[in-house]
């Protein structure tokens, strides 16, 4: 297996994603460090967005972000339910938010490629990254579930290629596994 994927190129490939994916996760954790330190307690503001807003009207922010491009941090929303009279109960509705944001993620980008031009443009322009993306999906899938990148481009990356949907499916679990993880580290933060 190790000689496939050192032939097929899967090591260099998991190589630059991850080069690619460590910039923007110390960043996102700097800057929320920052934001928490000099601009506005975050506890406070999570305290009072639980007391202000009902749980349906952040959930449906939750989903419409997950569902789009994954603008909000889930970290956020996260945090928003240890601070709320069920956290668990809460962690289980944002994971399946956002599993089936990554669903309607998906089917976006099955769309966008019905578009003529993006077709052409990525039958003629992306034909090599497409390739070993197809390829290696599954772990494109994989890391979206897992690392803090929005996974809704994941999901619409993986629409985009025409993965095979049980399949993303499947790996999409993952993100029940990643906000459960989490919320170990956040609940123990607020």
């Keep these: 297996m190790h000689q496939y994927y050192k032939y097929t190129g899967?090591?260099?490939?998991?190589?630059?994603?991850?080069?690619?994916?460590?910039?923007?996760?110390?960043?996102?954790?700097?800057?929320?460090?920052?934001?928490?330190?000099f601009v506005i307690d975050i506890e406070d503001t999570l305290v009072m967005v639980t007391q202000t807003y009902s749980p349906i009207v952040i959930l449906s922010i939750f989903f419409a972000s997950e569902s789009l491009l994954g603008l909000i941090p889930p970290e956020l929303f996260i945090a928003w339910a240890g601070k709320s009279v069920s956290p668990i109960l809460y962690l289980s509705f944002l994971a399946v938010?956002?599993?089936?944001?990554?669903?309607?993620?998906?089917?976006?980008g099955r769309g966008i490629t019905k578009i003529p031009s993006v077709h052409e443009a990525m039958e003629l322009k992306l034909a090599q990254h497409i390739k070993n993306t197809r390829k290696w999906g599954g772990f494109l899938i994989i890391v979206g579930?897992?690392?803090?990148?929005?996974?809704?481009?994941?999901?619409?990356?993986?629409?985009?290629?025409?993965?095979?949907?049980?399949?993303?499916?499947?790996?999409?679990?993952l993100r029940f596994v990643r906000f459960y993880l989490y919320a170990l580290v956040i609940f123990e933060m607020v």
């Design 97 to 108: 938010a956002s599993y089936v944001g990554g669903i309607v993620s998906y089917y976006i």
């Design 10 to 37: 899967f090591y260099s490939f998991v190589w630059k994603s991850i080069k690619k994916a460590i910039l923007p996760i110390i960043l996102f954790v700097g800057a929320l460090f920052a934001l928490d330190r």
């Design 145 to 173: 579930a897992l690392l803090p990148i929005p996974f809704s481009i994941t999901s619409i990356a993986a629409g985009i290629i025409n993965f095979p949907f049980s399949s993303y499916l499947m790996f999409g679990l």
